[in-house]
Every structure is written in structure tokens, then in C-alpha cells.
Nanobody, 122 residues
């Protein structure tokens, strides 16, 4: 059983930074990729970034150059460093793990955390 727990969400002003963490993010036979998704108010859940055991790392176009996904395998922790935050980044951010193909689809991930809220004010 995989249990993912996110933390690090907060309220910040535009231009600020946050670093999200997700514990329990370890690779198994069924989980070859770890991902961050987000769901804004009234929007569908969308992929933000993913990192896989054999590569590659993928980012949504909207966050490229601003967000960085990384992991500490020794501590089974996934990170999302978010810089230059914009109001449109406001969302609940979810950690997920699974097969990850295709990387951007919700159904490609079998395990989900409860989410951590990020609010960016202008």
C-alpha cells in the first residue's frame, strides 16, 4: 500500500516561491513515475510535472522555467520547487505515483495524496 502525504502549501504573493514535499514517494514494481498535479477552482485536475525511475522529466508548458521537480530516493520524498509564482498557479496540489504513461493523464497514476493548497495573490 502506498501512502502519499503532501506538505508545504501556503498563501504567497505573486513572484514568491514555495517548495512542496511529498513523503511516501518510492518506486515499486507498479510505480515507475512520480508526479505533481494541480486542480484550480472550477478547473479540471492537470499535470504539472513528473519524474520517472528511468526518466524523463516532464513539465507542463505553463510552469516550464519556473518549477522544478526533484526527489530524494533515500527519504522517499518528492519535491516541487515553485518560483515566480503567479495568481493562476493557485490550486490544490497533489502528489501521485503510478505507471505514468502517458505522463500527463490522471488515470496513469494509481496512488494519490490528499493535496496541499497553494494560493497566490496579486
Amino acid at each position: 500500500q502506498v501512502t502519499l502525504v503532501e506538505s508545504g502549501g501556503d498563501s504567497v504573493q505573486a513572484g514568491g516561491s514555495l517548495n512542496l514535499s511529498c513523503t511516501g514517494a518510492s518506486y515499486t514494481g507498479a510505480t515507475r513515475c512520480m508526479a505533481w498535479f494541480r486542480q484550480g477552482p472550477g478547473k479540471e485536475r492537470e499535470a504539472v510535472a513528473t519524474i520517472c525511475r528511468e526518466g524523463p522529466i516532464n513539465y507542463a508548458d505553463s510552469v516550464k522555467g519556473r518549477f522544478t521537480v526533484s526527489q530524494d530516493n533515500a527519504k522517499d520524498t518528492l519535491f516541487l520547487q515553485m518560483n515566480s509564482l503567479k495568481p493562476e498557479d493557485t490550486a490544490m496540489y497533489y502528489c501521485a505515483s503510478g505507471y505514468g504513461r502517458p505522463w500527463y493523464l490522471v488515470y496513469a497514476y494509481q496512488y494519490w495524496g490528499q493535496g496541499t493548497q497553494v494560493t497566490v495573490s496579486s
